[in-house]
């Protein structure tokens, strides 16, 4: 069966504002208040709790990796208590994957977000049964880039995986599609359109409506 994996941070949801809030929690904990704005660092929000707390630490000073790895526990606590009050679906997303799942296509989620995160996520926001399949980051013993990260979404999805593909917003995902072999599109409505226009994958998508046509012209 064809099918279609998607991304989940920046990809189908803009969860930016959430996990900003989470590490602001972290900071405040510290006495150095907020460290992150929204406006400016929704981009780097989406790459993961690491990345944020490194670069909010590196406003205050250098950046130490046992206060990280500290804080990140600290952080994922706080997030799974308030992970959907700014959270939305991009515009288009759900109406995007009942028309592939209408068309015969599987459909299923490769997230390195951690695999209870994801799920409380998604049924919070009452997706999750949408997806044939969701691997997290600590589904398997390895995440993406590691294309059996893909490749294991596609096949609990019921689905080929020479027959598929990953819609994502990164580098990290239009490099996991090229090490699984299979075409990328990323989306361009999220943070940082410049760069992910850069990437060269295989398509892009400026609009969730687009998508369906895409897919087609990629893997039929």
Known sequence: MRTVIFDLDGT????????????NHCFRGLGHGDLLVHADDAAIALTGGRAMLRLGFSRVGQVDESLVDAQYAVLIAAYAEAIATHTVLYPGAMDAVE??????????IATNKPAALAETLLRS???????????????????????????????RAGGNPAQSLLVGDTITDRDTARNAGVPSV???????????LALESDATIDRFADLPDVVTRLIG
Do not use: C, N, W
């Open 125 to 155: 926001l009452g997706v999750r049964d949408q997806f044939a399949s969701m691997i997290g980051a600590d589904t398997l013993q390895v995440r993406k880039p590691d294309p059996a990260h893909h490749i294991e979404a596609v096949l």
């Open 186 to 196: 990323l989306v361009t409505f999220g943070p940082g359109r410049d760069v992910v």
């Open 99 to 108: 028309a592939l799942r209408t068309a015969g296509y599987a459909v299923g």
């Open 12 to 23: 189908l949801a803009d969860t930016s504002g959430d996990l900003i809030a989470a590490a």
